[in-house]
């Protein structure tokens, strides 16, 4: 089990630099885990790339289902004080800040592609394992 943020799932469905290394990771850790807040943050993602004629609206739909198809009963609320103890001692949004958090909670990683997480948490942040 690990903790991913939103862009390694936008990552996996998402044609980019780092797909095939979101697919390898899906593989080889099949059980991922997030805060509820991903799917606001992967709804905006999916509407930036409908905004910019790169993903048609069907698809959009067809890729969020089947995102909430992987990710269902692995979404988890996470409690305030913790994720602002770690805006407090970063410089990382609270947004960022419920990864880390639920990551921390669980006692697992969270693998991020995200620098600023990945300098601020390293004790529980990792990127994308190389491909």
């Known amino acids: 089990m690990i903790v991913v ?27 991922w885990v997030v805060p509820t807040l991903w799917r606001s943050e992967f709804r905006n993602i999916l509407a930036g ?33 913790p994720v ?12 960022d800040c419920e990864f880390a958090s639920l990551a921390a909670q669980l006692g697992v990683r969270l693998v991020t592609m995200d620098r600023k997480l990945l300098n601020a948490f390293p004790e529980l942040a990792q990127p994308l394992p190389a491909g």
């Open 5 to 31: 943020d939103t862009n390694i799932i936008a990552y996996l469905y998402l044609e980019s630099e780092f797909t095939i290394r979101a697919e390898a990771l899906l593989l080889g850790d099949p059980v």
């Open 49 to 81: 790339a409908i905004r910019r004629d790169a993903l048609g609206f069907e698809d959009a739909c067809r890729i969020v289902v089947e995102a909430e198809g992987l990710l269902a009963g692995n979404e988890h609320d996470v409690a305030s004080r």
């Open 84 to 95: 602002l103890q770690l805006v407090r001692d970063s410089d990382c949004s609270a947004y």
